[in-house]
């Protein structure tokens, strides 16, 4: 017996190594995929599905179809979707244009090797690490207008308190500088890793050839930076589209008793989460998620187009 | 500045104009502020958080006692005794901690075939975890995990925060497959290694660095996670981001409470990062300079 076993038992083990051998492009790729696609093929079909009824109140309340109702009335909502939709675009590419130049020029300051380097580079991953919530709450206190510390700051060179996070006009823009304050540093960490991969030939051809800094930078680095400058775009558009966390501290849930702060993440928080008004709320994410999807493709394509 | 020297004197103005080295030192002057400057802004508003949460209610209304006060503990032995903050804190290494390691393990594997047969269009699939916003998932999974009873319970709070460090360690392994040579695993296989056994004796030992990034950053992103605690998160199952609102309420806020909290939550993950930064930076900047 022991001895017919065996040699099947082996060969029984081999073929399955072989099989896991020949495989093994799908048995290592599938479970991760399988995971992420239960987790959001799921989600998104049922999405669809419910910002195509009136579902509301409790999620397991019956609901009726209304075909393409939600997406009209959302689409027509001057009141809160467009509103809260332009305050998403204001909000990212704000951001993102004050952090790309901010980020570049730090980038700059930091590509040449200097004493304290050390230091500088601490300094610039300890917001980025700092969790989010946390940040929120400090800049609150930092912005709050009676006992802040950037109105005792303002009360020092005469200049009156003002209302910060609190003011509809002054809110969003507060929010922004918070965003550009903690998330500046990972621009100039992607922009610096750029830079130091750099060949030094160009740079120094230029320079022999009488360019000042400037036309080297504009005509030499930047164009040689492209690149990376559409990775570190590509990549914080995505995180700054979606911003959660440093609004809702600071505003709490509705984005502040006016929307002041209220983007298309916080409205559509809101309608889930606080009015359970599913049906719309799936309706506003549908479209957010088409409006991300299309932004990134347009930039994936920039990116492949670039030489 | 060599080649200037060894050259005739005439031609010294055209390579290496006579103003540059003094342009230069006002350049160096110029930098040195600039960096204080940006120093200043960054590491500031920390100081000022940490300041704070020394400080009693009283002291943080006064501008008086901006920088000189007597500091208390009172905060930090509220934090930690009335709020039961060892729980939370329990909670966030737990979550974070089993969120990395089964990602890692989904994840490492998943990154080698995607690298290795480049697997573009599946590296996307991994990858839309990360760009679609998180807000749309959180109703129907709240469905979901709410009618399998799961919800404030650590099992969902670990499977979404994997879903928050998958993506990232798909995309930082991938990058650092792409620059491990095939030729290693290929020359391994000659020596009679199966495929997986190249990849398990080979590949794996060498790509730890790697694999140390990875692990690093997605912990640091499932620890600062707040929106899917937010959610999902039960009384017991609190993470440190959602405990820190239990210092806010409507009617008042208690600033040195809440600035305690927030520095509770904050200082461990910055740890963290100061004694892996290489790994911290890398796995932030993986795929930068690739274009």
New interface residues.
Partial sequence: MSVATAPARKTAGQSF?DW??AH??????A???I???I??I???A??VY?SLTDASGS??ADSDFIGLENYLSVLTDTDRFWPAAGRTAYFTVTALAVEMVLGMC?AL??WRP?R?EK?????????????????G???R??FDP??G?AN?ML?WVGIPPQPWLSGVESALPTTIFIDI?QWT??IV??L???LT?LSEEPDEAAR?D?ANAWQRFWYVTLPLMM??V???VLLRS?DA??T??IL??TKGKGGGSFNEVETL?IY??GL??DYNK?GL??TV??L??LI??SI?FLLTRR?KG?P | MSTVTELPESFAPVLAPRRKPLRSRAYKAFRVCALVVVVLALLAPLAWMVLASFKTNVDIYDAAKSLVFTPTFENYSNVLQRNNYFVFIFNSFWVAFASTLLSLLLGVPAAYAMSRFSMQRSALVVLMARIIPGVSLLVPWYYVFSNLRMVGGFSVLILSHMFVALPLIVYIMMSYFDSLPVELEESAQVDGLSPIGAFRLITLPLSLPGIMTAGILAFIFSWNNFMFALVLSGASTKTLPVAIFDFVSYASIDWGGLMAAATVVTIPIMVIALFTQKYVVSGLTAGATKG
């Fill in positions: 190594s896991a051998n093994r492009k799908w048995l290592f790729a479970p991760a995929m995971f992420v696609g987790l959001i799921f989600p998104v049922w999405t419910l999620v397991r730090i300051l930091l200097f304290g230091w500088v580079r601490v300094a610039i991953l300890l917001p980025l690490v700092a969790t989010p919530v946390a940040v709450m400090m800049w206190l930092i009676n006992i510390f005792q009360g304050w540093p990972m960490l992607i610096l890793a750029g991969s022999i009488g690149p990376t559409i990775v570190a995505i589209l979606k959660f966390d809702y501290a993440n559509a928080y889930s989460f599913y709320s799936s994410l549908i957010f998620f991300i999807v990134m990116r670039t």
